[in-house]
C-alpha cells in the first residue's frame, strides 16, 4: 500500500508553546487513511505557518497545529479513502481499524486555540 495513516490527537497544551515530538498523546480526535497525495494539505499548512513540522521519519511525521487551523480536516479528512487499502504483504497490528473514525463530539470539546498532535505514518 503506497499511502499514509493520519492520527489527530488532543495535546491539553495552550498558549506559546508547542508541542514537541515527544509530547504524549492525548484522546484521539480523528484518524483515516489516504493515498501518496495525503500528505499535501499539510505541508500547505506548514508553508502557511499555520502547523509545525515536529520532524520524524514517517515511521512516524509527527505535526501540530492548533484546533481552529485544522478544525475542518479533522471533521472531513481530505484525500481520505473512502474504502482502507492494504497490500497481501502489509502486516497488520491489531490497532489497525481499516475504517475512518472521527470523534465530532470531542472535537468541539477542544477549544480553538488548543495545539493538536498530528501523527502520519508512511504506509508505502
Known sequence: MNGFHFSVYRTGI?????????????YKLSTWQTLTDGLGWLTQLVANEKAIDLGGDGYPYRYAARKQAIHQQI???????K???????????????????????VIEDCPPDEWLLIEVWDES
Open 14 to 26: 495552550r498558549g506559546d508553546h508547542p508541542p514537541t515530538f515527544e509530547t504524549e498523546q492525548g
Open 83 to 105: 474504502k482502507w487499502h492494504s497490500d497481501p504483504d502489509d502486516q497488520l497490528g491489531s490497532g489497525w481499524q481499516a475504517t475512518t473514525t472521527i470523534f465530532p463530539d
Open 75 to 81: 471533521l472531513s479528512p481530505p484525500n481520505r479513502n
